[in-house]
């Protein structure tokens, strides 16, 4: 499964939307009925920290202007107002098809 | 709390050999797949191996079949990665991680390869 992600580069003014798109070659629907589809932020040297999981659960601690969205092959990311601390490299994942699970190539967020 | 660390990186020479390591905590390792995911420099995150409940089954990346072995001793909450015949592309930050969740994720530890 190829995770293709867009942009690859996005830069936001603070305080502006932001949006990522994941396409996936194929389906992500599972037989147990779960879509495996994960986000991933990477801030500047450091480890990466799951967002959202299962498309649109978003984990403990994340901040609520963070959102996931989609089905079936096309998958977004949203932050509804970008911040400092937001800056990073965000990937998708897909754990539904799987060995190999996949990653998108990565969407570099800068502040403009 | 949930915490992985990953330990056994090292600089080493192409052809050379490395043996990571992954303690866990937090959580009843033995319930869970385990995955180790790779970082090389300035490069994006990619999957290189899962293990089962109890190691019988494993899967790993095209790219380091033949080369790497993944383990687990479940009486020591630790994961392995056995690194043999190491090659300049295997340079990365190696973190491990739960499979289907990676939920947690590890500081990583960073091998090198080069002559």
């Known amino acids: 499964v190829v995770l293709t992600q867009s942009p690859l580069s996005l830069p936001v003014t603070l305080g502006q939307p932001a949006s990522i798109s994941c396409r996936s070659s194929?389906?992500?629907?599972?037989?147990?009925?779960?879509?495996?589809l994960n986000w991933f932020q990477q801030r500047p040297g450091q480890s990466p920290r799951r967002l959202i999981y299962k498309i649109s659960n978003r984990d403990s601690g994340v901040p609520d202007r963070f959102s996931g969205s989609g089905s079936g092959t096309d998958f977004t990311l949203k932050i509804s107002r970008v911040e400092a601390e937001d800056v990073g490299i965000y990937y998708c994942m897909q754990a539904t098809h799987w060995p190999p699970i996949t990653f998108g190539q990565g969407t570099r967020l800068e502040i403009k | 709390e949930v915490q992985l660390v990953e330990s056994g990186g090292d600089l080493v020479q192409p052809g050379e050999s490395l043996r990571l390591s992954c303690a866990a905590s937090?959580?009843?390792?033995?319930?869970?797949?385990m995955s180790w995911v790779r970082q090389a420099p300035g490069k994006g995150l990619e999957w290189v191996a899962n293990?089962?409940?109890?190691?019988?089954?494993?899967h790993y990346v095209d790219s380091v079949k033949g080369r790497f072995i993944i383990s687990r001793d479940n009486a020591k909450n630790t994961l392995y990665l056995q690194m043999d015949s190491l090659r300049a592309e295997d340079t990365a930050v190696f973190y491990c991680?739960?499979?289907?969740?990676?939920?947690?994720w590890g500081r990583g530890t960073k091998v090198s390869v080069s002559a």
């Open positions: 991680s739960r499979l289907r969740s990676f939920d947690f």
């Open positions: 293990i089962n409940q109890d190691g019988s089954e494993t």
């Open positions: 194929q389906s992500l629907v599972y037989t147990d009925g779960n879509t495996y």
């Open positions: 937090g959580f009843t390792f033995g319930l869970h797949w």
